[in-house]
């Protein structure tokens, strides 16, 4: 079994910066690429950022671009998201998850294999 806890969601205003952690445990952490979607009310559970799992490469949505940056601690069992210059539309719970199954490319939504349970950002202008 895998366990993940995010952590860091807060308040903020539009302009700031906010460090989400995901926190892992149960099996090996750094055998696994994982990656952060978010879902916003009404909306689907969307990409945000996806990571190998040395941590070398990294894949980013568009809307994400060039603002948030995904690292991992494979020594600390952890993955975390750094987010500069939010926006109101970045308001949501984001999640973190990781793919177990052997597979290849990125990982999507539907191959996520556990999620943690959220942490909320809301962004005001």
């Known amino acids: 079994q895998v366990q993940l806890v995010e952590s860091g969601g807060e308040s903020v205003q539009a302009g700031g910066s906010l460090r989400l952690s995901c926190a892992a445990s149960?099996?090996?952490?750094?055998?696994?690429?994982m990656a952060w979607f978010r879902q916003a009310p009404g909306k689907e559970r969307g990409f945000v950022a996806a990571?190998?799992?040395?941590?070398?490469?990294?894949y980013y949505a568009d809307s994400v671009k060039g603002r948030f940056t995904i690292s991992r601690d494979n020594s600390e069992s952890t993955m975390y998201l750094q987010m500069n210059s939010l926006k109101p539309e970045d308001t949501a719970v984001y999640y973190c998850?990781?793919?177990?199954?052997?597979?290849?490319?990125?990982?999507?939504?539907?191959?996520?294999?556990?999620w943690g349970r959220g942490t909320q950002v809301t962004v005001s202008s």
């Open positions: 149960g099996r090996t952490f750094s055998n696994s690429p």
């Open positions: 998850g990781v793919r177990l199954r052997r597979s290849s490319g990125w990982p999507s939504r539907e191959e996520i294999d556990y």
């Open positions: 990571i190998s799992r040395s941590g070398g490469s990294t």
